[in-house]
Structures are given as C-alpha cells and as structure tokens.
C-alpha cells in the first residue's frame, strides 16, 4: 500500500470516528491534494538546508541585537534604582541649622536603610567634608575641589553606589549612596531569558512558515518536475507527465512546462524512431532489397494466413509457382554480380508484370521467385500465368548496352490437392521445377506425385550409392574406340558399373550411371567415385600394357564437381606416377557445361592437365551451347561427337548438318573427331564419309569389364589382320 493509499486510509477512519475538528481535516485533505506529502519537506535536503540557514541567521541577528540591548537595559534599570533611591533620601532629609549636622535623623536613617533599596549612605557638607555615614560603609568619595566621581558598580554586581548633589536634592550636601543592586541583576537575566524565547519562537515560527511556503512553491514543483523526469527516463516513450494544481507563472512554473514540453517532445520522437526502426526491421525481414518484393518468409507466411484462415472461395484453388532464372549463375559468374542483380531486378518486374493483381509475388532465393495465384472460375489458370511469363521473358534485357535472352523454368503446385499445408505446397512446387530443369529447361512442370516419388528414389538411391562405395559394387567397364582408317583399336572408354543386389532371382539388378551419377554429383559423392575409377581405369591400363597388349589409351569421364571442387591435376598426376601409366595414354573426357561454370578457371586447369602429357576430349559435344570462340582458349585434344547427333544422323537432317560441322569445324581447329553411338554400318559409313577419326558404339561390343576386353582386343586384332578393315560392308 502507497504512503498516499495509508493516509487517505487513516483519513477515512478518523472522519467516521469524527473526532477531528473541521480546519485539521481541510489541512489534511489540502495536504493530500497536493502530489507530495508532509513528510517530504522533513526529507527534502534543499529544504533544510535553507530552513537552517535562515533559522541561524534570524538566531543571530537577533542575539546581536541582545547583546546591544543589554547594556542600555541594564543601565535603564540602574537609573530606575537611583531615582527610586533619590525619592526614599528626598523624603527622609530634613532641613537642619547648619553644615555641620546630618540632616538625617537617626530614626529616618534606619526607616530609609530598612524601606529602600538603600544600604548605606556618607552624608557630605558643600565643601565635600564628611558630616555622618549611616550602614554599610561607602566606597565613593568627595574630594574638596574635585568633580564628584563616577557611578560605581562592586565587581559582583551585587551594590550599585551614586552621589547625588546637592542641586539634585535640593538640600545642601553631597550624599553618596550605596543601593543593593541583586534585583538589577535578577531583571537583566530575566530581560535575556525572555528575550532568548522570543527569539527562539520567532525563529520557529518563521522558519515553520518559510517551510510550508518553500514546500508550496518551490519544493512541491520541483518534486513534481523530478516525478516528471524520473517517469520519462523509466518509460521515456509513455511519460507519465504531471501538471501543478495551480500554474505558476515564476521561473520554476517556466522550467517545469519547458521540462514537461522537452519530455513530451522526446517521447514523440522516440515513437517516432522506433516506428521507423520497426518499420525497417519488418522490411529486413519481409523483403528483399535488391527487388523490393517479399522474401521467402514474407510468402510462407501469406500462404500459411491464407490455408489457416480458409481465406479461399469455394471452387477457389491457390496456384503456387516456383520461377528459376535458367543459367543464371553462369551469367553472374562470366558478366560479373553487378550484372546479375540488374537481371534480377529485371526479371522480378517482369513477373510482376505477368501477374493477376491479387498474385503474390515474392524473391525466395538468389534466382528463383515464388508465386501465388488464385485460381477459379474468375481467375486465369496456371498454365495460362506460365504462358504470360514465358511471353514477358521473351523479349531480351538490356543491360549496359547488352541484351540477355533470359530463359526460366518454372515448376507449379496447387493447393488443396499438392498439400495440404504451406510448407508442402512450396516444396512441390520447387520439385515440379527440379523437373523443369531436368527436362531442359525454359519449361514448366506441374507437380504430380510421380516427381514425389522420384525425389524419395533418389534419396533411397543416394543412400544405397554409400553403401556401394563402402561394398565394392562399382566396377569399370571398357568401351572400345577405333581409328576409322586403319580399323586400330585405339582407346576405351572407362565407364562405371552399378549392380545393385536385391532380393530377384537374378540377385541383383545394374543402376545406369545416367540415372547415379547425377545423383553422386549432387552430393558430392562423385569425387571420391571419379578418383575410384580413375586409379583403376590407369592401373588396369598399365596391367594390360606390361601384360604385352598394344597400348592404347584410356578416356575417364571426369565430372564438373570434381573439376571445379577437388583438386584434379594434383590427383591426375598422383594416380600417373602411382600406378606408372604414361601420360599419354590417358585421356580425360570433360563436357561443356564444365567450361561454363567458371571459364577462366577451366582454362587454367585444363592447361595444367595438358601439361601433364595427358589427352583431352570435349565430351557430348554439340548438347551444350559452349561458344564455339571458347574452344581455340582449350588446350583439347578431341571432340566426341554426342550419340544423339549420330543416332538421327541418316533420318534427320539437322543432325546430320550438325555431325558434318562438328567434324569439319574439329578438323580445323586441329583436332581429332571422335563419334560415340555407332550402332550400325550405316553410322560407320556415313562418318568415314565425312572423314570422322575415331568411333565408339554398339556396332562393336556393348561396354566390357577389364577380364573380357584383353579376348577382344586379341580378337580383334586377329580379324583386322585378317580382314585388312573395322567393318567388312555386306
Ligand atoms: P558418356 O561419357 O557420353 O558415355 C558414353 C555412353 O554412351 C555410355 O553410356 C555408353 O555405354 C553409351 N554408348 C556408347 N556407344 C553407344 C551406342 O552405340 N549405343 C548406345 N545406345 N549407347 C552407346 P553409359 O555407360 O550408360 O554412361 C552414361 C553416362 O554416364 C556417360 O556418358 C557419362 O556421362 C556418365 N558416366 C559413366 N561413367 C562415368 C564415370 O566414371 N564418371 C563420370 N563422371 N561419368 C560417368
Ligand atoms: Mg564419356
Ligand atoms: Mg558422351
């Protein structure tokens, strides 16, 4: 309970007791009016401090003036005791024949020492001749011819002595009187006394007012201004602020209304800054400040408000579409991250510009952008979105004077049939988009629960591909290569095997590497198998070479995440030297897409292969769409022609076109042809035509492992003697 709450407690309690009179319970309650109570004067220092001040001043002043005033007081009071005694002498002196008698009687002497003040006296004749002493004796005298002496005082105070003359008595003679002065003494004393109480009530008294009128105007503001202050640094945004029950118009009513303004203007601003501060905080949270569009978090939270809320019609779905920027990264990483935000910038326009107004657009990731989509009866469905994206993006940006063809894929899942929750929805729309990508590209995929499937294959893949690792279940398989003019077997191609033990009657079952190792790129997992079957593919090869088969060299597939990620010459020239393999009989075969990571980087590396002594061969060339400039930068030694080209070559055209350039164009560049996918005589006979160099395919022998490829090498080299060629045409 407040000190406030127990006096207006005990206020209550004495009113119905009643026993207070009516000017107490005004005093009390205009004491309880104020915003202070009565103790606090008691415990305010400033107030002391001023209260003692003026209460030693008013003690001194007034102690001065005592001390001045005593002495006339006394002197006052001595005056008194002589005219007192003047009178009792006057009225006992009697007028007698001659100077020589006393003109006292010895009756009227003893009635005048009994009844006055008197003590003693020494009567003197005009010529200051002593005529009679009565009592106690005197301590003046009169000298003959000298002015009468001065008052005298005994060094107790106690006896006071005067000469009165005979002018003041009108007699003839000079009396000498000594008077008892105790009451003289007495009255000073008291005259002190009295006037030290006075002093001290009236130095209360005005020290009790200056109290109350210090604690009215000046303690009272200035513990209201404290209160004030206090408040506004306890909670400087929500000040509690207190006005004074009367304004005062002196300086303190001045410095409090200019604290008052100072406290409210600083909460303001502080309202101010923090709304401000929120603000920005809310836009570091919700968006993305390269586009200005909602963030990841931004657009999970709408969709989780949206399905939580059932903030749908009834024949109303959500739409919900992932957008990648195709090849991105290849253009951050050629033309520079400057470049790339403005393609962001752009694109994010774009999209905002395909959208139906109540779409959600938002920037989840570095180039990819979610959005949802309403769909029903009065709203576009996705398939037509997806079409006024792929329209928007048509056009080329311009950016510094450059124009970007900017391509997207873009993956869609719809709610409430794709998930039945925000998380899952967006996930499916980023696996519809996996597929995009998969399947080219600059396409659009909708969610279906086969992509669901596939992701957990892949995760089951992934996990069994571990454990292949670790079991040994990978082995290398020889793909045979021929010179096309002489028939020579002059390469093979190592390529890995997957057989998977299972519980069919086979026991077991071979993975594509198309379908593996895309999955061990992804995780990472490729570098441990690529350096796998690199040692093998070299040791093997040195096996056969000391074992007495001709030489010929060995193409290992090398993959970009173990080109861009490991440190490949390092292990290219370690396995060289460990198992003792002559450079030159290995060829490493790279794709396109590993140029396009990181060109200065592949150019730097593929140099330092090539000064290793080893072969290099431009894998699948003619799928990517590396610039043909590009390839006069590459120290390669080999095109290989994709099987695709090959495969169509005799029923369409385009490949054909394609198979004819790629030759002349490695011919004049320097560099040798090889076509992979030669499956038939016609394939063989259309390539010798246009003077391809070296083929591989199923013409000859499907892939082998090492233990059979020594039988075919002799094999055939027994039928090339025999026949003088590769292929004998029917
Ligand atoms: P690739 O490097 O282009 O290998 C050639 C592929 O074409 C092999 O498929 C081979 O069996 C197949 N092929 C060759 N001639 C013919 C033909 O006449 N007809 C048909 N239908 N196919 C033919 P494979 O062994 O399934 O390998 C597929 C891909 O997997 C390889 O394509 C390569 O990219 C990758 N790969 C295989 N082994 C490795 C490896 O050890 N490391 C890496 N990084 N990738 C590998
Ligand atoms: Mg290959
Ligand atoms: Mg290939």
New binding site residues.
Partial sequence: MSETDQQNGSRLQTDRAGGRKPWSRWLRSWLMSHDYVPTHIWKSSISWRITMAVFLTLLLVETVSLILTVPSYEAEQLAGLRAEARTALVFSLQKTKGQLFSPLTKDAATRLLGNSKIEGLTVYGLDDSVIQSYGAPTFLQLMPNRNPPADFRSADNSHYETVFMASELGHPYNIVVRMSATTVEARVIEYIHQSLWIMFIMSALVTSVLMLVLSMWLLEPIILLRNNLLGAAKNPEKPEIKNLRKELHDEIGITIRVANDLIRQNASSLKRLRAQAEDKIHKLAYFDSLTGLPNRTYFLEQLEDIIRNKALGESETLAVMAVDIDHFKDINDTMGHEIGDKLLEAVGKRLVKALPDRAVIARASADEFTIMAVMGADHPGSATIADKIFSVMAEPVSIMQENFQVRVSIGVSHYPSDGDNARAILKNADISLNRAKEDGRDTVRYYSQAFDEAVHYRFQMLRDLRNAVNRKELQVYY?PQFELKTGKMVGA????RWWLPDNSKEGGQFI???EF?PVAEQAGL?VPI?EY?LRTACETNKMWQDKGLPPFRIA????GVQFHRGDIVGLVDSVLKETGLAPRWLEL?VTESVFMENMQAAIDILHELHSLGVELAV??FGTGYSSLSYLRQFPIDRLKID?SFIRNALVNVDDKMITRTIITLGHSLDLKVIA????TVEHEKFLRELGCDEV????YTQ?IPAEKLEGFVVEHNRQLAKNGTLSVVE
């Fill in positions: 793909h191609e190592a390529l890995l594509s590497p198309t190792i490729i690529g079957v290992v597939n090398i993959s075969e894998d699948d099987q992979e996918g030669v499956e591989q395919g199923f013409k892939p």
